[in-house]
């Protein structure tokens, strides 16, 4: 059995009352949630509020989950709603904030070798590019196609959005991405007139 | 195809293609194989992705662990209590919580839910056992000293 059908029968379970399904369906479902949120929201404590506040909300209208969509779409959808309100009502740009457990990278707590040094700091710079220079909307579609392999069709019915949109934010954050990572590797560069 | 059309495909190719495969792009595929810079190109752009990948893996996923309990146990709680229980899921949360950050060490052992020492941050996640009548989930927090519980009665079979 596939896990889009293994997760579609753990619903169809959970909306008939069974909580230990839900709670098997949450874990299945919560790193891509988490994810996904992270993506939206480029914050991680914002993105435990919204995970948190989808998974109540999925809770209370899975009876109503027709099969029609795919369960993961119908869920995203019900998460970008989520971090939507609560942006608006925030009133508020989202922000990195890479301060606590999750930092990626601390150059400063890296050995003294050079190359290793160098390593950390550019990945610092790439997550940094990922979460401050893609505009929210492109680094959510690249999460989404790139990293949790959805097509864009499916983007496109989860985020409620013209197919040809999320293709068009789906090349800009490539290439957005893409060029800042070569601009630190200036010698692969070389020779091709740029 | 030109070194500098290779590198324009590079900048916006799916990952797979980055890598050389053919059937993401085969045009791609066939400059890569004949010529070591784009390759070296590509094959950077690919390293730095997969690194990328796996930190943004680890900022989402600290420790999530799932604590459902595996033995099922029936409930004999009144109807009204089932119907319900989702209601109190935010104060059990917030419950939880209290316990958790306001109750000295000593005193949240042997609590209902047993807690373990809160630990040092950033170095050991917050060990927390279910009773084992009841699911739960824990969630694991931007803050190493909060954790998230949320614990439900089970339904009866």
Known sequence: MSATAEDEGLAA????????AFGE????????????????TGDPDEMDEVVQ???IRMH????????EARLTTWVY??????????????????????????EPVDPAAT??????????????????????TLPPGQREVLELVDHQGMRPVEVAEALEMNPVTVRAHLFRARKALRRRILERYPELMEGYGR | MTCADALERLLVADPAALRGDAGADLELAAHLEGCGRCRTVAGTLAAELTALDREVEALAGRAIRSASGSRSTESRRPGWWRRGRWAWLPLATAAVLATILVLPRGERAGAGARVGALP???????AVSLPED?????MSTGNPRITVVWLYERSEQ
């Open chain 1, 25 to 40: 369906l949450t874990r299945r479902l919560l790193p891509r949630l988490r994810r996904w949120a992270l993506a939206r």
């Open chain 2, 120 to 126: 040092t941050p950033r170095e050991t996640p917050l």
């Open chain 1, 53 to 55: 506040e989808t998974l």
């Open chain 1, 60 to 67: 209370r209208a899975l009876a109503g989950f027709s099969g």
């Open chain 1, 77 to 102: 959808r019900i998460l970008a709603n989520v971090a939507s309100e609560r942006r608006r009502a925030a009133g508020r740009r989202p922000s990195l904030s890479l301060d606590g457990g999750g």
């Open chain 1, 13 to 20: 379970r959970a909306a008939a009352g069974d909580e230990r």
């Open chain 1, 111 to 132: 050995t003294e070798d050079p190359v290793t040094s160098l390593h950390a700091r550019r990945m610092a710079a790439v997550v940094r590019d990922y979460f401050e």
């Open chain 2, 134 to 138: 009841r699911g739960g989930v824990v």
